[in-house]
Nanobody, 119 residues
Framework: QESLVESGGGSVQTGGSLRLSCVAS????????VNWFRQAPGKEREFVAAIRWSDTRSYYADPVKGRFTISKDKAANTVFLQMNNLKPDDTATYYC????????????RGQGTQVFVSP
C-alpha cells in the first residue's frame, strides 16, 4: 500500500535548524509534485514548499524563503525540507502531500511531524 511518512520533527530554540524527511513507499512519477504544508494550533493550514519530481523546480511560501530548502533523493524516494533560522512562528505540524500541482492540498498525504520552536 502506498504511503507518505514524515520524520525529523522536534523541539528547537529560535535560530535552530531541523531537517524533515518525507519517504514515499510507492513510486513517484514525473507528473508528481511533493509539497510541504503546515498547520499550527488554531490557525489555517498553509503551504510551505514544493518540488517537482521530474526536474529541479521548487516553490516556496514567502515566510520561509531564504530559510527553508526543499530537495529530493530520487533513489531513496525521499523529499527533504531543510529548515534553518527557525522562528516561533514556524511551530506547527508539517505534512508531506503528493499532488500534481505545486501548492495544492491532496488526499495522499502523511500523518505529519511536529515542530516546536521555543523563543
Amino acid at each position: 500500500q502506498e504511503s507518505l511518512v514524515e520524520s525529523g520533527g522536534g523541539s528547537v530554540q529560535t535560530g535552530g535548524s531541523l531537517r524533515l524527511s518525507c519517504v514515499a513507499s510507492g513510486r513517484l512519477y514525473s507528473s508528481h509534485v511533493v509539497n510541504w504544508f503546515r498547520q499550527a494550533p488554531g490557525k489555517e493550514r498553509e503551504f510551505v514548499a514544493a518540488i517537482r519530481w521530474s526536474d529541479t523546480r521548487s516553490y516556496y511560501a514567502d515566510p520561509v524563503k531564504g530559510r527553508f530548502t526543499i530537495s529530493k533523493d530520487k533513489a531513496a524516494n525521499t523529499v527533504f525540507l531543510q529548515m534553518n533560522n527557525l522562528k516561533p512562528d514556524d511551530t506547527a505540524t508539517y505534512y508531506c502531500v503528493r499532488t500534481t500541482s505545486p501548492g495544492d492540498w491532496g488526499r495522499f498525504r502523511g500523518q505529519g511531524t511536529q515542530v516546536f520552536v521555543s523563543p
